[in-house]
């Protein structure tokens, strides 16, 4: 007999295809579904805060679901029984039997999943914004990318198993009445921990940083001017003002920049100053903060550039991110 978790949280319990597409689409993201007509025993339980979806789902019938970039989320299936068989956009392919293997869904690729019919699993859905804040918190620098996570997950391994307890005892939680449903410090510091579990767990661009094994002489001078940009972001940044701090010549910070980083000392400035003016958004109250004074006092003064440059740093407009 199968564990099914918060049970409370019902979405939807269904036979009927369509109805099983639209509560998912509804939770998670739009999607097609192809499976058998009227002939399946999906169950969808979820539970939402701002940044964080925790949801149980299973069909009981062999489906599969196409489903596009997620933008401005990340999405963690964890195998609970049974089996999936995923692929990506970029050619990357994986199999997740019950317990070994897991799925990460990056917010920028395409990704179809098919589910074998006792597939169960528990869902994360994460937004952007919180997971890559909380990942700079961990790291002390600021996250100016998508995570690139690869696209399996080890839930064998002993971080696996972590993440995987954590998210179990979450759900478990959430489940009970004297949980931390209605005690929002104390949900919020437990999300904190299954964050610090997929940070772990998972591989990505920043995982030597978070394990403490980041090549400090590889980088060079250039982790110098990085400390320097975010802790003086508010400030005069030029490429002189950066080369001294670097104690190069703008002409060799240049080159580093471009040869650790792929991209110019002023651009990573700037990568900088627009994730300072996400978080200020995000903390804001819309009703009594104006996008434009947030973007001066972070020293854009061209407000359709830097409309356009937000947006194609982080996929949406800095109103929608405030307003969020």
């Not at 982790?223 to 703008?250: I, K």
């Not at 995000?282 to 550039?305: E, I, Y």
């Amino acid at each position: 007999m199968r564990r099914e978790f918060l049970a409370g949280d019902a979405v939807i319990a269904t036979q009927s295809l369509e109805e099983a597409r639209d509560a998912v689409t509804r939770v998670y993201l739009p999607h097609e579904l192809v499976g058998p007509q009227d002939a399946m025993d999906m169950r969808l339980n979820a539970t939402s805060d701002r940044y964080l979806t925790l949801g149980y789902l299973t069909y009981q019938a062999e489906t599969e679901l196409r489903m596009p970039p997620a933008e401005q989320w990340y999405h963690v299936n964890l195998q609970l029984t049974g089996a999936t068989w995923a692929s990506r956009s970029d050619g990357r392919t994986e199999v997740t039997p019950a317990g070994a293997r897991g799925l990460v869904l990056n917010p920028h690729q395409a990704n179809t999943v098919r589910w074998s019919p006792d597939a169960e699993q528990l869902i994360l859905k994460v937004s952007r914004s919180s997971l890559e804040t909380h990942l700079a918190e961990l790291i002390g620098r600021p996250v100016t990318e998508v995570v690139d996570f690869d696209f399996g997950l080890d839930l064998a391994s002993s971080s696996g198993q972590a993440l995987l307890r954590s998210v179990r005892f979450l759900a478990t939680e959430l489940e009970r009445a004297d949980g931390v449903r209605d005690r929002p410090l104390a949900r919020a510091q437990l999300e904190a921990y299954v964050l610090t579990n997929l940070l772990t767990a998972g591989r990505h661009q920043y995982s030597d940083a978070i394990a403490g094994r980041e090549d400090t002489t590889r980088l060079g001078r250039v982790a110098l001017v990085l400390r320097h940009v975010d802790e003086h972001a508010h400030e005069e940044l030029t490429p002189e003002v950066l080369a001294r701090v670097a104690c190069v010549s703008v002409r060799s910070l240049h080159a580093a920049f471009q040869e650790e980083l792929g991209e110019s000392p002023m651009a990573y400035v700037r990568r900088v100053r627009l994730a300072k003016v996400r978080a200020d958004l995000l903390r804001a109250d819309p009703r009594s903060t104006r996008v434009t004074d947030v973007a001066l006092s972070w020293g854009f003064f061209h407000q359709s550039r830097f409309a356009q440059q937000y947006r194609e740093q982080f996929g949406e407009l800095p109103s929608a991110t405030l307003h969020a």
